[in-house]
C-alpha cells in the first residue's frame, strides 16, 4: 500500500511570495524518493491558526505530515505550538535524532523545537514531523524519519514488532 505525504511550508515571507519556498519542495522530492506520494506543497504564514488549520486538513488524506519552518526560537517561531495540541502523543527520539544528526554540520540544530508525534483522525493515525526550515533541516529529517516510515505504518495499523 503506497503511503501519501503532505507537506506545509510555514514562512511568512514564502507566504507573501517574497522569498521562494525551496524546503517544501526539498522535502517533496526526498520524500518521494523514499516512495511516498506526495500532493501539492501548502504554504502558510507564521500563524498558530493556520498552521494547526493545515495540519488538520492535511491530515485527512495523508498518512505524514511534514512541516517545514517555525520551529526556531525567534518570536513568530510557532509550529510547536500549533502542532502540539493535535497530537495524540509525541515520538520525542526522532525528533532529538533529527536534532542531534543536525548537530553534526550546524550546532544551531539544537535550538530546533520540532515534535514528532502521532495523531488520530477518525480510525487513522497520522504521523507528523515537524521539521526545520532549512534545507538541511529538511534533509536531516527524512534522513533520520524516512527508513522508519515502514516501520511506523505497520506499528500504526497494529502489527507486531
Keep these: 500500500m503506497k503511503r501519501t505525504a503532505r507537506i506545509i511550508t510555514v514562512s511568512d515571507r514564502s507566504f507573501l511570495g517574497a ?7 526539498l ?8 516512495g511516498l506520494d506526495v500532493a501539492e ?12 488549520q493545515a495540519i488538520t486538513q492535511a491530515a485527512l488524506d495523508g498518512d505524514l505530515v511534514v512541516t517545514t519552518g517555525g520551529t526556531g526560537i525567534a518570536p513568530r517561531d510557532v509550529t ?7 497530537l495524540d ?20 540544530a539544537q535550538l530546533s523545537r520540532g515534535l514528532v508525534g502521532v495523531m488520530r483522525r477518525g480510525d487513522r ?12 533541516g529538511v534533509e536531516d529529517a527524512v ?9 511506523i505504518f505497520a506499528q500504526l495499523r497494529g502489527h507486531d514488532h
Excluded: F, M
Design 89 to 108: 502523543y509525541e515520538i520525542p527520539g526522532i525528533a532529538q535524532a533529527i536534532r542531534d544528526r543536525g548537530e553534526s554540520h550546524a550546532p544551531a
Design 19 to 25: 522569498r521562494e519556498d525551496v524546503s517544501g519542495p
Design 27 to 34: 522535502a517533496a522530492q526526498l520524500l518521494r524518493e523514499q
Design 125 to 136: 493515525r497520522v504521523v507528523v514531523v515537524n521539521a526545520p526550515g532549512s534545507p538541511s
Design 41 to 52: 506543497i501548502t504554504v502558510v504564514p507564521d500563524e498558530v491558526d493556520a498552521i494547526r
Design 80 to 86: 510547536p505550538e500549533a502542532t502540539s495540541p493535535l
Design 143 to 151: 534522513a533520520v524519519c524516512g527508513p522508519l516510515l515502514p516501520h
